[in-house]
């Protein structure tokens, strides 16, 4: 088998791939400096779990027009539209370092984060065939990641050389510059003909959410909760690992490299065994590891190990991913093929929407203590893994009890003649 078949690279996934990756590679700079940026700016506590609040909101809002505008304009203007409108944003910040400015701005410097969701998801499903989608969405998150893991060192490095504030103002304008250079790449990609709807059509979110099956609705309650354990911890992570733990700025680097390396490692070998074996399995293992990150980051205090276990916590951050691809290849193959990114959008839309309350959840946590964060984050991906658990068994067991009935009536037929 060829390794371009294998790691399903056709040309638009090729073209697709690097804009990720260029992209990222600026936003990873500062990207996750950003509440000790806004800490630095004079922000309080509760501004930096608006922040975090706003980011999985936006990520809610954004998903559902960004599929909707995928499924109206197809693959490349909308990609250029989200980029663009990216660079506008990081431009704002740039200019003007103040914490209220970065709260504006994230509304324009998270759309190809947020809009582009979708459409991504939707390339997959238009270049590959259904049982090739997790590997066509793993490779996607190998390459997304690969900044993720020199970036943030890099971005760590001009923080501690030149301050935090002038340090993430220079990682601004590395973004401006590598996202306008993918403005050639994106450019390139190739759509097929859509076939014509109506705007009334398209803009239909409550049809998309009475069109979920019901597999997909108990995948999206799991999701939920277990995204609710990501999300009440998520922006005090850095806080946490510079300020009680003593890690540096160029070590939060290192941790973020080992996470994503972690996840770059897994991503491949698991989508292409989740294509051929079933995907349900890996989901569970990643919704057990999304609980027990938090355990892990509790435990680096408990014993004082200071960095060294803090290592071992984001290698368990890193596995989260185990079964991410399955997650979404699910996604992707129960949604109506005709408005596949509305669909997607829909799901983003819903789950962010709720999850978003965990940042000012987490924020209250947080208020209370790193344990009280971390205890109540752990406690929802219990529970969201529980249900996950419990919803695969029930349907293996109303699939089983289908076959024994099949094959009863097949019996009775059979003795009939």
């Keep these: 088998m060829r390794l371009a078949e294998f790691f399903a690279l056709k040309r638009n996934i090729v073209l697709l791939l690097l804009a990720i990756f260029v992209i990222g590679a600026g936003e990873e700079l500062w990207m996750r400096f950003v509440p000790k940026y806004l800490l630095a700016l004079g922000a309080s506590v509760f501004v930096i779990g608006l922040y975090d609040a706003l980011r999985t909101l936006l990520g809610a809002i954004y998903a559902y027009p960004g599929g909707v505008l995928v499924d109206l304009w197809g693959h490349r203007r909308a990609f ?5 409108v990216s660079i506008v944003g990081y431009a704002m910040v740039l200019l003007i ?14 759309s190809w984060t947020c809009f582009s969701l979708p459409a991504t998801f939707s390339l ?6 259904a049982s090739r989608y997790s590997m066509g969405i793993g490779i996607q998150m190998v390459v997304k990641r690969l900044p993720i893991m020199i970036a943030p060192i890099f971005g ?7 301050g935090i504030i002038q340090g993430v103002r220079l990682g601004l304008l590395m973004s401006i510059l590598l996202s306008g250079a993918t403005i050639f790449v994106q450019r390139q990609l190739r759509d097929d003909p859509k076939p014509e709807a109506t705007p009334l059509e398209r803009w239909n979110l409550l049809r998309s959410l009475r069109e979920f099956n019901a597999p997909m609705r108990q995948l999206l309650l799991s999701d939920v909760l277990v ?19 003593g890690a540096t700025g160029k070590e939060v680097g290192v ?8 996840a770059s490692l897994c991503i491949i070998p698991t989508s292409y065994l989740a294509d051929k074996y079933g995907r349900e399995p890996f989901i569970i293992a990643t919704f057990v590891m999304f609980t027990l990150f938090p355990i892990a980051l509790l435990w680096s205090r408990i014993v004082q190990a200071h960095f060294t276990v803090l290592v071992f916590a984001f290698f368990i951050r890193g596995l989260k991913e185990f079964g991410d691809t399955s997650r979404k290849a ?12 509305q669909f997607v959008g829909a799901y983003y839309l819903t789950r962010d929407l709720i999850v978003s309350i965990g940042a000012i959840v987490g924020a209250y946590l947080w208020h209370l203590g790193p344990a009280k964060n971390f205890l ?6 219990i529970a969201g893994t529980v249900i996950y658990i419990r919803s695969v068994r029930h349907a293996r067991e109303a699939q089983l009890a289908k076959l024994k009935q099949d094959l009863y009536h097949l019996r009775s037929s059979e003795k009939k003649l």
């Design 80 to 84: 250029l539209t989200f980029n663009i």
């Design 97 to 110: 370092p103040h914490w209220a400015t970065v709260i504006v701005g994230m509304f324009l410097f998270l």
């Design 124 to 129: 997959v499903a238009a270049s590959l065939d």
């Design 156 to 162: 760590g490095m001009l923080i501690d050389y030149f």
């Design 227 to 245: 995204r609710f354990c990501e999300r009440i911890p998520f922006a005090w992570v850095v806080i946490f690992a510079m300020d009680y733990i």
């Design 255 to 262: 941790l973020t490299a080992i996470e994503v390396g972690v």
């Design 330 to 341: 699910l996604i992707i193959a129960y949604a109506d093929a005709g408005r596949r990114g």
């Design 376 to 381: 109540g984050a752990a406690a929802f991906g």
